[in-house]
Nanobody, 127 residues
Framework: QVQVVESGGGLVQAGGSLRLSCAASGRTGSRYAMGWFRQAPVKEREFVAAISWSGGSTYYAASVKGRFTISRENAKNTVYLQMNSLKPEDTAVYYC????????????????????WGQGTQVTVSS
């Protein structure tokens, strides 16, 4: 069973920064590509960023590119989402997701590609 746990959400003013963390635990030796998604009230869950198992490939939604950075520390089984220059429209519940990956550089940007999800962490950006 794979467990995914997010942390680091909170309230921040527009223009500020937050860093989200995501710890994934599962079968020893398994290699997971990871992704971040978000869901604002009455909106669909949308893709934010993805990273390959090796960390060598990353991919971002256009709305966050240049402001958010996804990274990982495999020794700690942890993925991070550094969010800078936050805007009120970034307000949402942020979800981390994991998928077993066989390639070092494969990343995934679609919700249906991820079988394992965390419970989410709230990010609120005030204007």
């Amino acid at each position: 069973q794979v467990q995914v746990v997010e942390s680091g959400g909170g309230l921040v003013q527009a223009g500020g920064s937050l860093r989200l963390s995501c710890a994934a635990s599962g079968r020893t030796g398994s290699r997971y590509a990871m992704g971040w998604f978000r869901q604002a009230p009455v909106k669909e869950r949308e893709f934010v960023a993805a990273i390959s198992w090796s960390g060598g490939s990353t991919y971002y939604a256009a709305s966050v590119k240049g402001r958010f950075t996804i990274s990982r520390e495999n020794a700690k089984n942890t993925v991070y989402l550094q969010m800078n220059s936050l805007k009120p429209e970034d307000t949402a519940v942020y979800y981390c997701a994991a998928v077993l990956s066989h390639g070092n550089y494969d990343y995934y940007a679609q919700k249906y590609e991820y079988p394992y999800w965390g419970q989410g962490t709230q990010v609120t950006v005030s204007s």
